[in-house]
């Protein structure tokens, strides 16, 4: 009976729990979806060129997936609650800085920081889901919540990010964080509580956190420089150079060290890294329609703030509406990798539509459709493909994996992003010589971001076709998970 009673006080302290991080999470993903809509506004006040814009993004991605990794060690060995708290309260701290920004590097350095901070609560929020939540049946509902609020996050991010940056100004749209994150740390307070630690003594991989970030760094800023220096230049090939040899040392590094912030041997459970590659190329697909879908709408078709937010809508939405239940019941029907195949083929449909649409072109029925397909995509792929990485990786690990998944998703949109970017500019900078107008040359640039992001998406499809490979049929739960639940008890 008192076993009963303990392991019922657990479960409802888990999702207490889950629901506070959540609301953690939110803030996240607002701030994310928030700042896309804003961004032709924030290019005109504080003087952005194009490709130096992507900044404004890639700062915060970078940091977020560079130090996730690192966080979620932190948060095993000094306790998650505290980690959690921690990087909501750097998360919200940056995001007045960001608020009060006046210059491009005031922005950008506060973006980075925004991005640690990020990174510190989300990777502590998916070790919370997989060792608060054992029952697999738990997880799964606790993960459709978790899905739910981020996409729910997601569009109203594009909406508010529109209402704001219209009429009032795009650094209220870092305000907005401030009484979610002081709600966030108050209720994290009283409601999570602290589990037993690993200790200091299991060590933190501080120099291999310090070589990935700094090379991912590099890379992204070889890659946007490219619009002034070029592609042979120099400072590009030096750049990218030392990037490369940066990681070169990384995995060296890793592969020797007693505790790692990357073991190697992850990669080779089956699915893991295959799917994690998958994911990094569906979402430069991904980002491209959002970075330059909110440049089309606002530059192009002279759409507000709001009316962007509002266009937006239709994709995140579907997301959401598939989160629900549908997808869930045609994995369990077809199994995840032929959802997961029609998924990227939808993706990949939507990306076309974009690549192909006019200046003029009504919004109804091209442009609302190609949002839509694009949620039906993105809400069919990102279910099964996590499902595959999961799926043989042992319970020990599971936290370590969900970072990897996550480092894959965020290098991959950040990368790919300021590849496209430059790559967009380039093409725009080249059309303006050939005597073209200021609306087409944009346009000609956004055309091929779309068409790059649909051929990076393409060459996901092929992994999921011809290496991906089905997950094994599920086991029963290993003794790990079964003392898991004694210690709940």
Known sequence: MKVLASATHASRRAWIALAVVCLGQFMVVLDQTIVNVALDEIQRDLHFSQAALTWVVNAYLVTFGSFMLVAGRVGDLVGRRRVFLFGVALFTLASIACGFADSQGLLIAARFVQGIGGAVAFSVTIALIVSEFPDAADRAKAMS???????????????????????????????????????????????????????????????????VTVALMLAVYAIVGTEQHGWGSPQTLGWGGAALALLVGFFALEARIAQPILPLQLFRVRGLAVAAAVRAFVFTGMFAVFFFGALYMEQIRGLSPLGTGVAFLPMTLTVAALSLGPVARLIQRFGPRPVLIVGVCTLIAGLVLFATASADVPYAPLLLVAFVVMGLGGGSSFVPLLTIAMADVPPRDAGIASGIMNVAMQLGAALGLALLGALAAHRTTARLADGASHVAAQLSGYHLAFALGAGATVVGLLLSLFVLRSPRPQAAPVEAEVEAELQLA
């Not at 009429?167 to 209220?172: C, E, R, Y």
């Not at 749209?173 to 200790?199: H, S």
């Open 145 to 211: 919540v978790y899905m739910f609020v981020a996409v729910g996050g997601g569009s109203v991010g594009l909406l508010l990010g529109g209402l704001i940056a219209q009429s009032v100004d795009w650094h209220w749209i870092f305000f907005i964080n401030v009484p979610i994150g002081a709600a966030t740390l108050l209720l994290g307070r009283a409601c999570i509580d602290e589990r037993e630690t690993i200790g200091l003594d299991g060590g933190v991989d501080w120099l291999g956190a310090g070589l």
